[in-house]
Structure formats: C-alpha cells, structure tokens
C-alpha cells in the first residue's frame, strides 16, 4: 500500500530536480534584469489638489432634493480621470502630436485639431528650413526653425534645429485619451478632500505638466459650471428688470392720467384688499416665471455643453425621446397631483392661511416632488447608458432640472387659476372703482415685481463675484529625478521568484510524470516485497566486476549485502538455484549475475553461472579470454551436440565457473522448458553449491518464466529513473501467475550522490587498493 508523500519527499524533489530550478531562476533573473536595462524609463509626477464638492446653484433657487446614493468624493474622482477633462489636457498640451521618444525638447506652442490625418509624419532640414512630410514622402508644407509653422488644423514651432530627421507621430484623439487614461492615476487622500494625481510618462518634464495641467483643468471645469450658471441669471434678470421698469412707468402714468380725469382717488378698503391680494399672487407668478426662464436657460446651456460629444449627446436624445419618460402613468399621475396641491396651497394663502394647513400642504408638495425626481431619474436609467462621468453628471442635472420645470409649471397653472377668480372679484365692484381698482393693481404688481428683480439683481451680482470653485492645487508637481519604472531591484527579485516557482512547478510536473522507480521504498510499496540489495550507479563503464577489481569499493559491498540478504532468506529454505532476471535489457541483471556469484565464490562456496539469455547473450563477454568463444555452450549442451562438463569453464576464482549460452537457437522458449534443462540443472545441482541462471528480460518473452518453474527462487533487477512503475507490477504478476517464486527485488544503477540516498544509506567500506 502506497503512503501518502511527506514533507521529505517534498524535500527529495526538489533537491533530486534542482538543477532545474537554478537554471529556470538563473534565466528568470538574468532576463529580468536585461529588461530593466533595456526597457524605456518612465517618470511619475504628482500633484495635490482639493476637489470641489460645494453646491453650484443660483442664490434664489430652491433645488428639488435627490436622495444621495453615491460618494461625492468618488463623483468628483470619476469626473477627473473622465475622457473630457483629458481631452481638454491633449487639446491644450497638444499631446496628440507625439515626437519619437516622446522628446518634446525641439517643440513648442502645439495645437492639432481632432480632424487631422493621424499617422507618422517626418521634419527634414536643410540649414534653418524643413519640409514637414507624410509617411509616404509627400509634403504638407515648409516651415523655419524658431518660426511658428502652421497649415490647415496642425501648428507647432520647432524651437531648435536637430542633427537628423525628425519623425512625429499624430494620434487619433480617441486613442490618444486612450493612453492618456492609462497613464494617470487619481486617489483620494484618506478622510480628506484631498486628491493625489499621479501622470507617467517617458519624459520628466512632460509627466509634470500634465499632471499639473490636468489638476488646472479640473479647476477650470468647476469654475465654468459654477459661472455659467450665475451669468445666465443675471442676464436674464436684467432684461426682466428692462422689461418691467417701462410696464411700471407705463402703469403709473396711466393711473395719474385716470385720477385726473374721473376725479376718483380713493378706493374702498374691499377693493383695495383685492388689489393687494392680485398683486402679490401676480409677484409669485413673475417669481416662478422667472426661475422657470432660469431653468429652461440652464437646460438649454447643459444641452450646448453636452452636445460636445457626440455620442453622449446622441444617447441623451435618445433618452429624453424615451416613450415612458414622457407618457408614463407615474410621472402623469404625480404631476397633476402636484398641480392640485399647488392649487390648494394658493388658495390658502388667498384666505390668509398661515396655520396647520399650509404647513401639511407643503409638506405634501415637497414629498410629490421628491417622487417626481426620483421616478424620472429610475425611468432614466432604463434608457440608453452613457460612460462618461461628466456627461452622465450634466445629464443627471438635466433631469433635475427637467422635474424642477415641472413643479414650477404646476405652481404658474395654479397662480393663474388663483389670478382669474381674483379678478372676477375685481369686476364685481362699481364700474368707476373698477378701472382705478385695475390701475392699481397694475401699478402695485409691476412695482413688487420690478423691486423683487432688482434684490434679485444684486443677488445674482454678488453670487456671480463669489461663485469661486473649492477646487485648488495644494502641491504642484514637479519634474521627477529618478524614473519610477523600469525597477531594476524589484523586478530583479520578481524575476528570481518567478523562476523559483517555475522551476519548483516544472520540478513537481516532471516528477508527476515521470513514473520511474527512484527508491526501495517505492519498490517495496508497489510489490510487497523486499528489496535486496541497492546497488550504486558505476560511471566507469570499463569497470566490468568491481567484486574482482574494486572489491573494496562502495559496490563491491553493495553485492555482497546482496549475498548476506540472500543468505538469510535461505536459513528457511534452501536456494540452490537462482534465476536471475529483469523487466527490460540493460538493467544490469548480467553483471548482478556475475558479482553475485564471484561474492558467493569469495565465501568459499563452489558456484557456478549459467547463460540461459539464448536472445541477447553477454556473460561471454565479462570473462574475456577464459570464455574463448560462444560457440559452444549450453544450447549445444540442451541439444545434446555437446556433453555438460565439456561446457563448463573455470572462472577468475577456483571455485568458480560458467556456461556460456552457446549456438543462439530459434526456439530458446522451447529449449530452455524442455526436459534436458531440468536434468542439466538436476545434475548441476550436486556437484555446485550455488547455481546462478542470467535469464532474459521478463517481459516480452516467456524464457524467464518457464525458468523460475525450475529454479529455487527468482531474483528481478530494476534500474533506478529507468525501470517504470507499470513494468515492475506487470513483471511482479506475470511471475507469480506463472506459479514463479521471487525471492526479491534487486535496485541498480542508484545515484548515492542524488538527495534521494544521500542521508539514507552509508557504506563502511576501505579505500581503493592500488597495485
């Protein structure tokens, strides 16, 4: 049964695997540090600036709540990185025309239109004179150094000569703002109003300027909002203020003209409660007309302002055309609701109304308006979607504005409702009374109104002077030393790390996949059998039988616990002959063979070798000039063309000896199940203490199995990293079906320097004898 893997083995792996690693970490590292040389700097400068989150309206104007649902920090945020303010920064900076190297040093006073071809452009001198040229060599126009040069939507002054060809690059806007968006970076400052601007590029003094041009330009947008606004009131104000100066010179002429000519100069205290009473309600209406003027103004400029963008301005209209925002139930419904609570609120005032009543009226009014701006903000939303933060602000104020319209629209329906029933009133007097009693009026309503314009006058004047923005720049930025990228410490480190993880992954990946046998601990747990020896790798392959010439070396010895395990496994069961054998060629089971039996020879026993590998056969081979030949051997012997003691050979030892296979037949399966081999192997058996079999490879050919049916025991070599999991199990079955004894399991070709065997197996062995 398998165990599962420990933190050693972990371990293992990554020690057997770790020329891997340092070689992916070496090339990780070395690569990251050539690219931090050789990658382009790229310099950060940064601003600190104050957003502005004030409120921007008209003093007079009673704006419509909207529930708050987002921060108006991050709002503020969002309008800073939009495409519109850096639009406005390309624009002005003219960052659209791009030198190679970003190197403005040669250029100044920039300005390319949006219309203009983008593309390579090139500058070629002769003295003071260039030729300013498209990609494919046609010229545009000619130009002089230190001399602003200008033709159609392009200008730009090159402000000294250089040594070569200038080449530019003109960027379409939409990318350009692209790549803008991509360089800066804009957070706020914790718990504060504060805004940390961060704009890279590959120029230092570039980087400054736009991060600081951007700060200015964000400033200058929050100024214009908030100035505009002002402005068009006071102009609209004005003309009003014109308007109902000469209707109040008209009226008090026409009333002097009729006290003079009827007699009349008094009225009843009736009448001149009426009068009263038309005048203040007409004041109101001028009132709502005029913030109503204000509001369409408003809509009409935040119109003007989006149709700077075509795509915004394009979903917006599709929006305000928007089925439901015009006939839906809700918004009909609330706005007749909020005509009739206008209507009743102006009736209250008409009866001098100033108690429970009108508090609850308006409080009502308040909360249908509430509902107006929020079903038509939620029906907005259903329509076409716009990204820009500006644009989607200005359209979110458009819609405030469009429900402020509505409610001042219910509120001039229901005064002019109040102003028809007080003037029927008004008719109801004597005839006489009747026309001073409208002078009067005329004369009272456009003197409230011409005096409410003109406090509104200097209203508008001082908020025009104090509409300043909050937004201001707290620290500028300045060009930066040292570039912020390409960082060689950090990525020299990411580098190294990355290469440890690739290496350590490609380490585990490998081991997952490689399904060779690399310890006697995996040998026992996929067989459940011992391993009986762990013989180490020979690097000298002329070392044939280190047992003769290294005997006391490391493999020497491992041969000979090879011997001493097996003597062991003997004490219960005699094993006379041992078949010797392995899952594939080349594992080593000819020389396990031949040391095994030279260790037994060295111990005194008589032993004797038998090559039964009638396929592949090399015991011939390790005994060089005793062997003379392979022509004669055990398939002679097996055919009866050759009598045994004339096969067998004396070996290096006295009591040692061997068969070579002899005359390699075509039927070695046949040869080696016969009843000649039982009788070869009986007789062999009295005169030798020990027989040792190097059969063939076990799999593929049935030569070892009809063997093992023979012998005492069965011994199988596997070659550590070469033998495969699956073949040790196949062999392990095959063998025992075929009712074959193994007695165990032989690892050669050990690494004992890997880490897998370096702090588990120590051999006490003397050094090298030196003849």
Known sequence: MKSEPTLQDYFNIIMERRRLIIICVAVTTVVALIASFVL???YEARVKFKLDLSESKPMFFSEIYTPQTVDPVESQLEIVRSRTIAKSVIKKLGLNFIPANENYSYFDSISVSEKFPPGKYYLKFNDNNFVFLDKDGNEIGQG????????????????????????VKIMDMEKRVDKLLS????????NTALVLLKARSRNPYLAA?????????YINYCLQVVRESARGSKEFIESQIRIFGDELNRAEEELRKYKEKSGIFLLQESAKEIIKSLADFETQKEKALVELHEVESSIKNLETELSKDEAAYGAYKRMASFPT???????????????????????????????????????????????????????????????????????????NKETKKIALQSSIDALNQIISRQNRRLKQLPEAEVNLAQLERKKLANEEIYTMLMGKLEESKIAEAMQISEARIIDSATPPKNPMAPKKKQNTILGFFLGLIIGIGGAFLL??????????????????????ATIPLVKNRNQHIPTIHEPYSQIAEAYRILRTNLAFTAATKPLKSLLITSTLPQEGKTTTCINLGITFAQQGHKVILLDCDFRRPMLHTYFGELAKDNHHGLSDVLIRKLKLNEAIRKGTLGNLFFVTSGTIPSNPSELLGSPRMREVLQELKKQYEFILIDAPPSLGVADARVLGKICDGIIVVVMARRTSRDAVIEIKEEL?????KIVGFVLNGVDFEGHYYRHRYYYYHYPSVKK
Do not use: C, M
């Open 40 to 42: 382009p700097k790229v």
């Open 144 to 167: 002089q150094v230190g001399r602003l040069f200008k033709k159609g939507s392009i200008q730009f002054r090159v402000k000294t000569k250089p040594k070569d060809i200038l080449e």
């Open 736 to 740: 025992e079906r075929a009712g074959d």
């Open 511 to 532: 081991e997952y996949f490689d399904t060779s046998l690399k310890s006697t601990k995996e040998v026992e747990e996929l067989t459940g059998l011992s391993v009986l």
């Open 183 to 190: 360089n800066i970076s804009a957070n706020q400052i914790k």
């Open 325 to 399: 925002l015009s006939r839906s139930p809700i918004i009909l419904s609330l706005k007749k609701k909020l005509k009739s609570l206008q209507l009743q609120k102006q009736e209250l005032l008409s009866r001098g109304e100033k108690g429970e009543k009108l508090i609850r009226v308006e409080a009502d009014i308040q909360a249908t308006e509430q509902e107006l701006s929020k079903a038509t903000h939620q029906i907005a939303l259903a329509g076409p979607s716009i990204n820009d933060p500006i644009f989607q602000s200005i359209i979110s104020n458009i819609i």
């Open 209 to 217: 300027l736009i991060a600081n041009t951007l700060a200015r330009e």
